[in-house]
């Protein structure tokens, strides 16, 4: 769909700044996302091993401590979840020597949600997600929607928007390999591949798994269920398995960066809130292709046009805020009357950013009702609240709501 092969990571400047002065740095995202391509991009200053190569492996989990010392001083190692060994060790080499940039770690897990890793090198270590491409870097357009959406402000320019490339992005997704294809069936097959790999592979290196036919199943129904919310009470008897161990799958599935879990906003003074989570796979593409849905069917079908453009929408602002200077968190918003924001964006002042999508062309007035009732919720916390929608023009709706194009996430203010 794309012709070029290269890509701007635009979270290279986040990764130089922690190296200039952070001892590690962790970057992990989902495999074939690009990590191994933006670690290179640090240039020949940084040795190389991969830990997808056996003897590597071999040698770092027969002796981890000789393996870290014969290191150079700056070293990119990529896939270090193959071998949790290696990071005590890691820990005694930079408790020796706190000079910043000495390692760049690569994995396709998430360590976070391993304690003994993550405790091991607290202090000495900066974590980094590496999303797949957003469309701004596919396009190779800089962006700082993010920035000037919680400043109070929005593009006001019209922008010329193409439906048939909107859907083709969607049903493509952000990963570098299947948007070098040049038709839908050869994407799909990709995505089947990988996520069969990836199922078949990773999570079985990973852990011991009871029950490993149910990852597959369980991850089309959270495809099914993508941009809505989660009760996983009420998935379990669909496997005749218990609730424990559905959620145990549904971890899984979170620490290889299949899904992400939205938790919901609230404040605690309201209690009329619905607390429950949404779950989000975590690329556009893969969700189509575990759907298995054409460019017609989604356009027949707006229900999953919907939720799937939630879907794709989300995932682009998380792409965005992984290059943002601000810590951003994400949130979803409903309350017991039924009154619901998609996507709710926090910044560490506590200002917010509510965003709803829409699979239309046309606004409503009731497209904003939901945002109405998060500003009354929240008050000045508010900075913005948007619909993003299928229409051309950036309209201001009144204080503090506005409509944008969802093509304003890849043609906004350079960056």
């Given amino acids: 769909m794309f012709a070029s092969t290269t890509y701007p990571r635009f979270i290279l400047n986040n990764l130089t700044t922690a190296l200039a002065d952070t001892p590690i740095v962790l970057i992990h995202g989902a495999r074939q996302a690009g990590k191994t391509t933006l670690s290179k991009m640090l240039g020949d200053d940084y040795g190389y ?37 290696i990071f005590r060790p890691l820990k005694q080499a930079v408790d020796k020597d706190r000079s910043p940039g000495h390692f760049v770690l690569t994995g396709s897990t998430n360590i976070l949600l391993l304690p003994q890793i993550s405790e091991s090198l607290a202090g000495r270590i900066e974590i980094l997600r590496l999303h797949p491409l957003a469309q701004c870097e596919i396009q190779r357009v800089g962006s700082n929607l993010l ?19 909107i859907v083709k ?26 996520s069969a790999t990836i199922i078949e592979r990773d999570l079985m290196n ?13 991850l089309r129904l959270l495809a099914i269920q993508s941009a809505q919310l989660l009760n996983i009470s009420q998935l379990a008897p669909a496997f005749q398995l218990t609730t424990p161990t559905v959620r145990h799958y549904t971890d899984l599935l979170n620490r290889i960066f299949f899904t992400d879990i939205l938790q919901p906003y609230h404040k605690n003074q309201v209690k009329r809130l619905v607390k429950t989570p949404k779950v989000h796979l975590t690329d556009s593409g893969l969700l189509c292709s575990i759907l298995n849905v054409s460019d017609k069917q989604l356009l027949q079908n707006p229900t999953l046009f919907g939720h799937v453009l939630e879907t794709f929408v989300y995932n ?100």
């Fill in 206 to 218: 990973l852990t011991s798994i009871q029950h490993p036919g149910v990852l597959p199943r369980l």
């Fill in 49 to 85: 091993l991969t830990f997808d190569d056996e003897t590597n492996l071999t040698a770092a989990n027969f002796d981890p401590i000789g393996f870290v010392h014969r290191l150079p001083q700056k070293c990119i190692l990529d896939e270090v979840q193959l071998v949790p060994e």
């Fill in 169 to 194: 992005r969607v049903l493509w997704g952000g990963y570098p390999e299947p948007i070098q294809r040049p038709d839908l069936a050869r994407v799909r097959a990709w995505y089947r591949n990988y």
């Fill in 316 to 415: 682009e602002f998380r792409r965005h805020a992984s290059w943002s200077a601000e810590s951003i968190e994400f949130y979803h918003f409903r309350d017991r009357d039924g009154y619901e924001v998609d996507l709710v964006m926090e910044d560490s002042q506590g200002q917010l950013v509510a965003v709803e999508v829409k699979a239309s062309a046309t606004l409503k007035k009731n497209d904003f009702l939901g945002l109405h009732k998060f500003h009354r919720v929240v008050g000045d916390q508010l900075r913005l609240g948007i619909v993003m929608y299928l229409g051309e023009h950036a309209v201001s709706m009144g204080k503090n709501m506005c409509a944008l194009p969802i093509n304003s996430l890849w043609q906004g203010s350079d960056k």
């Fill in 147 to 165: 920035t000037d959406l919680f400043a109070g402000k929005f593009p006001g320019n019209a922008v010329p928007l193409n439906y048939d490339d």
